[in-house]
């Protein structure tokens, strides 16, 4: 038997161990019963940042965007879609900078969008500026490979 993985639940915080084999058969968290990943990009805000994205074994890809930011609007299709994709690899996570401003100022957003690789909360990666499907897929590897 493998190590298990720590994954915090997005929608309840409590932090679930499953089999690292078992994390691509839709597992589901212990306390609220609700799917541990679902193919959507997470809404991250200051009440749960911590417990979703500070925490964990996987890595968490966070998308620091804003309603009224043009780039970022036509990034979030790609961002979407690369959840789907890459699940439970990694968890996706979006932070609406403009409803959630302390957050963009504890990572020093400066533009957006910005994506940031987080381990266990720390940063390992940042790319500002929208990418398409490849770039992004080819920065997520990037950072991955770090560790």
């Given at each position: 038997?493998?190590?298990?993985?720590?994954?915090?639940?997005?929608?309840?915080?409590?932090?679930?161990?499953?089999?690292?084999?078992?994390v691509?058969?839709?597992?589901?968290?212990?306390?609220?019963?609700?799917?541990?990943?679902?193919?959507?990009?997470?809404?991250?805000?200051?009440?749960?940042?911590?417990?979703?994205?500070?925490?964990?074994?996987?890595?968490?890809?966070?998308d620091?965007?804003?309603?009224?930011?043009?780039?970022?609007?036509?990034?979030?299709?790609?961002?979407?879609?690369?959840?789907?994709?890459?699940?439970?690899?990694?968890?996706?996570?979006?932070?609406?900078?403009?409803?959630?401003?302390?957050?963009?100022?504890?990572?020093?957003?400066?533009?957006?969008?910005?994506?940031?690789?987080?381990?266990?909360?720390?940063?390992?990666?940042?790319?500002?500026?929208?990418?398409?499907?490849?770039?992004?897929?080819?920065?997520v590897?990037g950072?991955?490979?770090?560790?």
């Open positions: 038997m493998s190590t298990p993985l720590a994954i915090p639940c997005p929608h309840c915080g409590a932090l679930n161990r499953v089999p690292s084999e078992r691509g058969e839709q597992p589901s968290c212990g306390r609220c019963k609700q799917a541990l990943f679902d193919g959507h990009p997470v809404q991250l805000t200051a009440a749960n940042f911590d417990a979703v994205a500070g925490r964990g074994d996987l890595p968490v890809l966070v620091f965007w804003a309603p009224w930011c043009g780039p970022c609007v036509g990034f979030a299709p790609v961002f979407n879609e690369a959840a789907r994709r890459l699940e439970p690899r990694l968890r996706l996570a979006k932070v609406d900078t403009e409803a959630q401003p302390q957050l963009a100022q504890r990572f020093g957003i400066r533009s957006i969008p910005t994506l940031l690789v987080l381990r266990q909360g720390r940063e390992i990666a940042r790319q500002a500026g929208a990418l398409n499907a490849a770039q992004l897929q080819q920065f590897d950072a991955l490979a770090q560790r």
